[in-house]
């Protein structure tokens, strides 16, 4: 196993060394970093993979980085956060978390249908967009009994977006003039993926970080009543039978951590000594997994995704956004 994944492993940590590196010299050169290792590595990666014809043998260390190193660096960072950033906005908050997620499904379906897409293939791009990228893809599909081509139609934008957002969304923040825990529910409520959040909010401050981790986990809770809902109601095929939910598919075992830890950082029980180490070892891990995330991703994927879907995935998560603003200035959030 360890055979397997080092080429990859060793790839992942050379683009991050990279990164860190051109990281330093802008600071050396310029004052300051105008782009974090963390961007840095998505687009060294992005490059690399689009430029370069790379074998399968670096595929298992890559999926390795941007698969369990992702989800060890999420998890370690419940460690640092405090579940006071959320709930000091109130309950509010958790509810109107929660709106967004029905009315962004909602309102995706409705452009998906109107765009002429089955119902099944809406459904998955407006769960996917709405919740949390390709993992709601995957245990929505088969509750609705969906088609591999309707599964591979709904996730070939998604990696390649999901880059996009992180890259762009910091922009958001002077432009709409947010503050720290508004940009951080706002990259919450729109980013696909927990991790990406990070990418997303770690290069603004570190309280959008944790305020964004929170409200994304929230959002990502958000799936296990949508599939239970779709489990009983939503569209099939035939009379094939409904998939039995699992808890696994539901709720990740690192976000099951990440709260465990966040409750016991909360309640006191974690020693203080171990918070610095735990937030270090969490952004060497994301940097590492968004060299793997940017490796991963080819560009001209862009190209070759069907221009409906395209469509309909860029308008939903347009919608998203301004659901996601309006939340914002509804809850006053300072």
């Known amino acids: 196993m360890v055979r397997k994944i080092l080429p990859g492993l060793l790839l992942c940590a050379a683009v991050t060394a990279a990164a860190a590196g051109l990281e330093y010299v802008e600071a050396a050169l310029f004052g300051r970093a105008w782009l974090e290792s963390l961007v840095l590595a998505i687009l060294l990666g992005t490059a690399l993979r689009t430029l370069t014809p790379l074998s399968a043998r670096w595929d298992a260390g890559i999926h390795f980085s941007a698969k369990t190193l992702l989800e060890l660096a999420v998890l370690l960072l419940g460690a640092t ?3 006071g950033a959320l709930l000091a ?5 958790l509810a109107g978390i929660a709106g967004v997620v029905m009315l962004a499904i909602s309102c995706s379906y409705a452009i998906g249908r109107l765009s002429g897409l089955s119902a099944k293939l809406a459904l998955l791009i407006a769960c996917g967009n709405s919740i949390c990228g390709n993992s709601a893809i995957a245990a929505v599909a088969p509750v609705i009994d969906a088609d591999g081509e309707d599964v591979a139609a709904s996730i070939s ?9 992180v890259l762009l969304l910091p922009l958001a923040m002077p432009l709409l003039s947010l503050s720290a825990s508004q940009y951080g529910v706002f990259a919450g409520l ?6 990406q959040v990070l990418a997303a909010t770690g290069a603004v401050s570190l309280t ?3 305020v964004g981790t929170l409200v994304k986990l929230v959002r990502v809770l958000m799936l296990g009543p949508v599939v239970l809902l779709l489990s009983l109601f939503g569209p099939q095929t035939g009379d094939a039978p ?3 939910l699992r808890l696994s598919a539901l709720v990740p075992w690192f976000i099951a951590g990440f709260l465990a830890l966040m409750a016991l950082r909360s309640a006191g029980l974690l020693p203080t000594v171990l918070l610095k180490p735990a937030q270090a070892a969490s952004s060497v891990l994301t940097v590492m997994s968004m060299a793997a995330l940017g490796l991963g ?3 001209r994927s862009v190209l070759r995704a069907g221009g409906r879907v395209t469509m309909v995935v860029v308008l939903s998560l347009l919608v998203l956004c ?6 914002i200035h509804f809850l006053h959030i300072a």
């Open 157 to 165: 934008f998604t990696a390649v977006l999901g880059v996009i957002v």
């Open 190 to 195: 729109t980013v696909y993926a927990v991790p």
């Open 208 to 210: 959008s970080a944790h």
């Open 81 to 83: 956060v405090s579940a």
């Open 322 to 327: 301004a659901i996601s603003l309006g939340l």
């Open 242 to 244: 409904r998939q039995r």
């Open 297 to 299: 991703v080819d560009a």
């Open 89 to 93: 906005n109130g309950w509010m908050l």
